[in-house]
């Protein structure tokens, strides 16, 4: 069974926005923090935000004012938006969490921002 599956990306213009969603497996869902990761060509995966299985949420302090994590507990889905896309936020995003055994990773979406 699949846990955790990403979906939203597209191709966006600068300062334009969209809304990642993450849709988590019942077992998993709320058992742990879920976060938000995002890993561009290249580069190393780099955490953007998390939530908490209660009401806490935090943000990498260089994203936050543009990026906002919520989630709808009925849906078991996990939101990501993102606002004001800037040239440097193209990359795959993923959704992740702690699962019994370990840590558990969706497939990823692919944002894209135009120049």
């Known amino acids: 069974q699949v846990d955790l599956v990403e979906s939203g990306g597209g191709l966006v213009q600068p300062g334009g926005s969209l809304t990642l969603s993450c849709v988590a497996s019942e077992s998993i869902f709320n058992r742990h923090v879920i976060s938000w990761y995002r890993q561009a060509p290249g580069k190393q995966r780099e955490l953007v935000a998390f939530i908490t299985t209660g009401v806490i949420k935090r943000y990498v302090d260089s994203l936050k004012g543009r990026f906002s994590i919520s989630k709808n507990n009925a849906e078991r889905t996990v939101y990501l938006q993102i606002n004001n896309m800037r040239p440097e936020d193209p990359a795959v995003y993923f959704c992740?969490?702690?699962?019994?055994?370990?840590?558990?990773w969706g497939q990823g979406t692919q944002v894209t921002v135009s120049s």
């Open positions: 992740n969490t702690g699962g019994r055994s370990g840590v558990v």
